[in-house]
């Protein structure tokens, strides 16, 4: 939000300078995060000057340049080429000196001396458009035989220079939004120090010229609109603002649009009430009705857009349709043109939630639902709307032609608070004087309504939707009083807290430090996003995920129920930058929602930390000692199985389970003491043609609720080297391709417990020479006894009866 610091002092005296201004104003809550100096024109005109042109020729080396020489006003002449059509001896201009910044937008260039088609030229003698006073492109201008040479222009032609504040508006500030807010707060804390006060713009002169306007006004949904306050001037001529309002808005990077438009910006910046201004002939039926339409009704709004309404969006509308969407956006033909000569001036109160949801929907953020949806002041309308009908008879003439017609079904109640100072005094950690408390809570405009000593009873204005509580309050007080005149105390007041074990924050940590090191940067991405995804893929259930009451968009209307979509985004954004190798990791949670029998909804719904590990392109960058190698399957479960045993998990004790589906081409779950602990694939080719992408994707997802509780209860176990050595021994074996590596070592370790300490798979083998259905496995066989030297007989004799149990077991026969 930008504050003007010279408007400011429209409503408030202080010689304050904006540096003060800017600390104040932080200091009781409305941040100021920046500080700007500007100008009515960009860059102030500095260095250019009214100059006059003594002689002009034409250019010997040119049919379209002259030279001219000019009388800057300081005693001396200067030679300046000019190729404007129009220039002639004896003009007064606008002259931009050797050193001057002009600006075109956002582009500045500097005067510099220059040498053109062999004449020297110190300077150039402007257009409107060079120093932004006007449009004209089509030649020099000249300005009036009175205008004295050697004036700087930024004189002669009012540059105004300001300073803006950029204030950091929290939601909860919204009487802070704007510039009669802002100097209410500034009011209040000098008021601290010497009596001062904010004055308003007085409107007791407003009064109706005649009173033969029939437009009516209905509410039918009061629900939406709690009060809607209106009156018509009639006899307008549009036209430009004056300087003095374009000037205003300009500081606050508004654009001036017309004298109308203008007043209802200036009033709502001014004020904080939204107001709308429409073309009283365009209003059919003369009936103003504020209600709601059909749902997926049809409206285009004033940037052409065409809008497909909802059953709860609040409109505007005539007697036979809708000219806006209340407090939020004005239709393609309610506003006002150069034609309008009657304006019906709406200033309303209405609901913030409807008006937000309406927002959101729409994806409309406009400076109107801003305040709308915040909360604005209910006892506002009638100020700002006498403002503006008394700004628009200034400005643009006319009459007003009825009275104020003001429909306020259920009027607004202040908030009642009682305010003990007792609690006050411990809360704020200082005794403040009674005194200064009372005054602070007057300068905000807080009544008090009874004094019983201790126990104040207190009426909040209702525009002050965030003060509702005794605690809210005392906020109120401390900020004007000053957060830093809070002295610190020499004792520190804590309690002792114990860190619960395992420390799940440093348990994340090392595996997250295991993973950098291992090659793999950290995702982080949002845990809303687009429900259509778990409506696109038969794994998810569509009635599982958590929707969004109020979402911001389409595409962030649901709690995610998987960390798949989260990876795969990330994926699509870097390949289409050209960045095609990834190893990401993200914790995160997932969460879902379930039919409950419970009494408590919350039983409804689950959430759950994952681990997410994601693959795909290149192992490494191409190089000249190394061939670029694909990713693979193997080394996202390397990776997966080396978290799962850095968190204590036994390796060997895990069970593993094919998985197929429409998100997984491939893949493995992973179960631990029979509950899952892992799930690692290879992204379907449904869900990559999803995301645009064609190299393959390796995706894992870990429970690491599951993983963090079992740390710790795996105890880790240290055995002593054997000096016994050990033996390998490898078999051929032909399969049924049905038949897993995982299948074949977990016979082999439990034919042989004691002996065999490790079982490995060097070679897999399909095709020529071997049978359809089959498959050939060279497995290796590590043994060992760590009491003993091994003999032959008793190696023969094991393998003998691991050749046994595979061909019992699993129909295997030896190559």
Not at 25 to 31: V, Y
Not at 136 to 142: F, K, L, N
Not at 740 to 749: E, G, M, N, R, V
Not at 772 to 783: D, N, T, V
Request: aromatic share 8%.
């Amino acid at each position: 939000m930008k504050i003007s610091y010279k408007w400011l002092k429209d409503y408030l005296d202080f010689d304050l300078s904006p540096e003060e201004v800017s600390r104040i104003l932080t200091d009781t809550g409305l941040e100021v995060e920046g500080l700007e100096e500007v100008e009515s024109i960009k860059g102030g005109l500095k260095g250019v000057v009214i100059g006059k042109v003594l002689t002009c020729k034409p250019h010997e080396n040119s049919d379209h340049l002259s030279v001219t020489t000019v009388d800057l006003g300081d005693g001396q002449t200067k030679q300046i080429v000019c190729g404007a059509p129009n220039v002639a001896e004896g003009q007064t201009v606008p002259v931009a000196t050797v050193g001057s910044t002009l600006y075109n937008g956002d582009e500045a260039f500097k005067i510099k001396k220059s040498k053109i088609r062999g004449e020297e030229s110190y300077g150039m003698i402007c257009a409107e458009d060079e120093i932004g006073v006007g449009d004209s492109h089509d030649g020099i201008m000249v300005l009036p035989d009175d205008a004295k040479v050697g004036t700087p222009a930024s004189e002669y032609f009012n540059v105004e220079s300001d300073y803006v504040f950029e204030i950091g508006l929290t939601p909860n500030r919204i009487d802070g939004a704007s510039h009669i807010g802002t100097a209410r707060d500034l009011a209040a804390f000098l008021n601290l120090t010497k009596p001062t006060k904010y004055t308003k713009p007085a409107v007791e002169s407003f009064k109706s010229d005649r009173t033969d306007n029939p437009i009516k006004l209905t509410i039918e949904d009061t629900d939406g609109c709690y009060r809607y306050s209106a009156t018509t001037v009639e006899g307008i001529t549009v036209k430009e603002s004056p300087d003095w309002l374009k000037n205003r808005l300009k500081a606050i990077g508004l654009s001036p649009i017309n004298n109308v438009v203008d007043i209802t910006n200036f009033v709502l910046h001014e004020t904080g009430q939204p107001l709308h201004a429409f073309d009283a002939d365009k209003i059919k039926g003369n009936h103003v009705i504020v209600k709601t339409l059909p749902e997926a009704t049809k409206f285009k709004t004033l940037d052409e857009e065409e809008r497909t309404l909802t059953s709860r969006d609040l409109m505007i509308c005539n007697a036979e349709e809708g000219m806006t969407l209340a407090g939020i956006f004005g239709g393609i033909d309610s506003g006002v043109t150069e034609k309008t000569t009657r304006v019906f001036l709406e200033s309303a109160w209405f609901n913030p939630v409807r008006v937000r949801k309406s927002a959101r929907y729409h994806g409309l953020n406009t400076d109107s639902s801003f305040r709308f949806e915040r909360g604005t002041d209910p006892d506002g309308t009638i100020y700002a709307l006498k403002r503006t009908a008394l700004l628009i008879k200034e400005l643009a003439g006319g009459e007003i032609t009825s009275d104020i017609i003001d429909e306020y079904p259920k009027p607004a109640a202040p908030f009642e608070v009682k305010f003990s100072l007792k609690k006050f005094q411990i809360m704020a950690g200082k005794n403040i004087d009674r005194q200064l408390i009372i005054k602070i809570l007057k300068s905000l405009e807080i009544e008090i309504e009874s004094d019983h000593g201790d126990t104040l009873n207190l009426k909040v204005p209702p525009y002050r939707v965030d003060v509702q509580r005794e605690a809210d309050v005392t906020e109120e007080i401390l900020r004007i009083y000053g957060y830093n005149n809070i002295e610190v105390g020499d004792r520190v007041h804590a309690s002792l807290s114990y860190q619960p074990k395992p420390d799940e924050e440093a348990l994340r940590n090392r595996i997250s430090d295991m993973l950098t090191a291992s090659g793999f940067n950290e995702a982080m991405s949002n845990s809303i996003t687009k429900a259509e995804y778990f409506e696109e893929f038969d794994t998810f259930k569509a009635e599982e995920s958590v929707m969004l009451l109020n979402p911001l968009s389409n595409d962030l209307n649901a709690m995610r129920q998987s960390l798949l979509f989260s990876a795969m985004e990330a994926v699509e954004y870097n390949a289409n930058r050209q960045n095609a190798d990834l190893k990401l990791y993200e914790f995160g949670k997932i969460y879902s929602k379930k039919e409950s029998d419970s009494d408590n909804p919350l039983k409804s719904y689950a959430e759950r930390a994952q681990l997410a590990l994601v693959l795909t392109g290149n192992k490494t960058a191409d190089t000249w000692n190394t061939p670029q190698e694909p990713t693979s399957f193997y080394e996202l479960k390397a990776h997966a199985e080396n978290v799962m045993k850095r968190m204590g998990v036994d390796v060997e004790q895990i069970e593993q389970e094919f998985l197929s589906n429409d998100i997984c081409r491939e893949g493995l779950v992973y179960k631990y003491n029979n509950k899952e602990i892992a799930r690692l694939m290879i992204v379907s080719k449904q869900v990559k043609n999803y995301f645009g992408l064609k190299n393959d994707v390796f995706f894992a997802q870990l429970e690491w609720e599951y993983l963090v509780k079992l740390f710790g209860k795996v105890k880790t176990q240290f055995t002593e080297v054997s000096k016994f050595p050990a033996v390998r021994r490898d078999m051929a074996l032909l399969l049924d391709k049905s038949v897993t590596f995982d299948q074949l070592k977990q016979s082999a370790l439990k034919a042989e417990k004691k002996l065999i300490k490790q079982v490995g798979l060097f070679d897999v083998y399909e095709g020529e020479n071997i049978e359809e259905g089959k498959k050939s496995y060279a497995l290796s066989f590590i043994i060992q006894d760590e009491t003993k030297t091994l003999k032959d007989k008793q190696i023969d004799k094991l393998m003998n009866k691991l050749k046994g149990t595979f061909e019992h077991k699993f129909g295997a026969q030896l190559r």
